[in-house]
Nanobody
Framework: QVQLVESGGGLVQAGGSLRLSCVAS????????MAWFRQAPGKGRDSVAA????????VYTDSVKGRFTISRDNAKSTVYLQMNSLKPEDTAVYYC?????????????WGQGTQVTVSS
C-alpha cells in the first residue's frame, strides 16, 4: 500500500504563489507516475500535472501551462507543485495521486487533499 499526505495549501491573492508538497510512504519504491489533480466546488476531479518515475516528461493541463511546475524527489518520496501567477479559477481542493502496477493492473492511490483558495 501507499499513503499520500499533501501540504502547502492556503489562501493567496491573485498573482501570488504557493508550493504544494505530497509525501508518500509505504511501498514507495514501486510507485510509477505521480500527479496532481484538483476539484473545484460542484465540479469533477481534473488532472493538473503529472510526472513519470524518472522525474522527466512532465505534462500539464492547458490552463496551467507556463504557471505551474511539477517536480519529484524520489529520495524523499515527495512530489511538488509550484504554482505561480495564481488566478481565482485555480481555487480548488488539490489532490496528490500515485500509481503502482500490481499483478499487471494499475492501482491508484490518493491523498486527503489540500485546499487552495485564490482571492481576486
Amino acid at each position: 500500500q501507499v499513503q499520500l499526505v499533501e501540504s502547502g495549501g492556503g489562501l493567496v491573492q491573485a498573482g501570488g504563489s504557493l508550493r504544494l508538497s505530497c509525501v508518500a510512504s509505504g511501498l514507495t519504491s514501486s510507485i510509477h507516475a505521480m500527479a496532481w489533480f484538483r476539484q473545484a466546488p460542484g465540479k469533477g476531479r481534473d488532472s493538473v500535472a503529472a510526472i513519470d518515475r524518472s522525474g522527466g516528461n512532465p505534462v500539464y493541463t492547458d490552463s496551467v501551462k507556463g504557471r505551474f511546475t511539477i517536480s519529484r524527489d524520489n529520495a524523499k518520496s515527495t512530489v511538488y507543485l509550484q504554482m505561480n501567477s495564481l488566478k481565482p479559477e485555480d481555487t480548488a481542493v488539490y489532490y496528490c495521486n500515485a500509481d503502482r502496477i500490481v499483478a499487471g493492473r494499475r492501482v491508484d492511490y490518493w491523498g486527503q487533499g489540500t485546499q487552495v483558495t485564490v482571492s481576486s
